[in-house]
């Protein structure tokens, strides 16, 4: 299986802060790497697929870049509802493994 | 719009048996794998496998292999979760989504159901 771990596991911030978050993987996806946020209590939601592929709806504040192992999420300028938990998903080799997870909270 | 929508919370004991299920509308069912995701209290998600409906082709994650049974009713566009053995080591929300083939045929899930939550005690 491909493992993936994210870092860091949390950070504080506040709005209109910048924040990166970096997915590794342990074998090479070839761009096969979503990415998506989750609220408590509520459902994924996908915010990024194929490394930096934009979802249709989302805010363009949300960027994705990033090959091979290292990828990254970067929200440019935090708001109020962007104060939850990301994980990074590789959907290159089955089973299609998610990251453990980083949790963006309010300074 | 395209929608997933999971049967309620269940509440078993060890050793019973569920079937969890997940209404798809708003979309042509035939041809988009549908997928179940685990996850634990306060852990990331867990691929647990998908299907495709055209087919019923079933791809399952090895960890999970053997514990459940994916499935779906094409008469009526739902796709199942099912144990014959419950565990306490089962507890946990599940969800089912829609997997999409992106750019370059990357798969990601889309949509996603509301979840249904297990929980399985003595």
């Known amino acids: 299986d491909i493992q993936m771990t994210q870092s860091p596991s949390s950070v504080s911030a506040s709005v209109g802060d910048s924040v990166t978050i970096t997915c590794r993987t342990t074998?090479?996806?070839?761009?096969?790497l979503n990415w998506y946020l989750q609220k408590p209590g509520k459902a994924p939601k996908l915010l990024i697929y194929?490394?930096?592929i934009l979802q249709s709806g989302v805010p363009s504040r949300f960027s994705g870049s990033g090959s091979g192992t290292h990828f990254t999420l970067t929200i440019s300028s935090l708001r109020p509802e962007d104060f939850a938990t990301y994980y990074c998903?590789?959907?290159?080799?089955?089973?299609?493994?998610f990251g453990p997870g980083t949790t963006i909270d309010i300074k | 719009e395209v929608q997933l929508v999971q049967s309620g919370a269940e509440v078993k004991k060890p050793g019973e048996s569920l079937t969890i299920s997940c209404k798809t509308a708003?979309?042509?069912?035939?041809?988009?794998?549908v997928g179940w995701v685990r996850q634990l209290p306060g852990r990331g998600p867990e691929w647990m496998g998908v299907?495709?409906?055209?087919?019923?082709?079933?791809i399952y994650n090895p960890s999970f292999q053997g514990q459940v049974t994916i499935s779906f009713d094409r008469s009526t566009g739902t796709a199942y979760l099912q144990w014959s053995s419950l565990r306490a080591s089962d507890s946990a929300m599940y969800y089912c989504?829609?997997?999409?083939?992106?750019?370059?045929?990357?798969?990601?899930?889309?949509?996603w159901g509301q979840g249904t939550l297990v929980t399985v005690s003595s």
């Open positions: 998903q590789q959907t290159y080799s089955s089973p299609r493994t």
């Open positions: 989504a829609r997997q999409l083939n992106g750019y370059n045929y990357v798969p990601y899930f889309d949509s």
């Open positions: 074998h090479n996806v070839n761009g096969y």
């Open positions: 708003g979309y042509d069912f035939y041809i988009y794998w």
């Open positions: 194929a490394a930096s």
């Open positions: 299907i495709y409906p055209r087919d019923s082709d079933t």
